[in-house]
């Protein structure tokens, strides 16, 4: 029998929601962008861009990958470390993120994107419950949840993808989950 949980509208709901409702505004008006990406050359006359950036998208597929990314790998380490926690590492990968593409991209570039908090909460993960097996697409069978995560650091290398946003926030992240797990083992 499978266990029925009602819709709860959580942290995670609450991220995804306010990503698609800042992908619409950018779909409206996409001079947004300008607005809320964050811009190494500008960010002391745009401070807030390094928060606001995580919300805003270049493309369907963008938030599409992320928010799937959100959802699952947020879905399960809520349970295991709790909404609070959830938050703060969520925020804290997409801030080191950002903070390592401020000093290592172009300076003229813009970042946008929730991935490197996103794989924040992968790098927690990989440190947790690093044998977790899941799907990535296209393969037809579960791999470890480290090597999915690899795969898509490798991904984050190809040209226009901030990898320098990605390598912070799993770099968060692994600090993280190792504190997390660490915390976790004084209970059990």
Not at 59 to 69: A, D, E, P, W
Not at 76 to 93: A, H, P, T
Not at 117 to 135: D, E, H, N, Q
């Amino acid at each position: 029998m499978r266990d029925y949980r009602p819709f709860s509208f959580n942290a995670i709901w609450f991220l995804i929601t306010a990503n698609v409702l800042i992908f619409i505004v950018t779909l409206v008006r996409p001079e947004a962008i300008f607005f809320l990406g964050l811009q190494p050359a500008n960010f002391l006359h745009h401070p807030w861009t390094i928060i606001s950036s995580m919300f805003a998208h270049g493309g369907f597929g963008h938030i599409l990958c992320n928010m799937v990314s959100l959802y699952f790998l947020g879905s399960f380490l809520i349970r295991l470390v709790g909404e609070g926690n959830f938050l703060k590492l969520y925020f804290l990968g997409g801030i080191v993120g950002n903070l390592l593409f401020i000093l290592l991209a172009s300076p003229f570039s813009i970042g946008i994107g929730a991935s490197g908090a996103v794989f924040a909460l992968g790098g927690a993960l990989v440190i947790i419950t690093p044998k977790l097996p899941v799907f990535i697409f296209p393969i037809p069978i579960p791999i470890p949840l480290w090597i999915a995560i690899l795969i898509f650091l490798l991904i984050s290398f190809l040209p226009s993808i901030a990898w320098q946003a990605h390598l912070g926030g799993l770099i968060a992240g692994l600090i993280a989950g190792y504190f997390f797990k660490r915390k976790r083992r004084v209970y059990y």
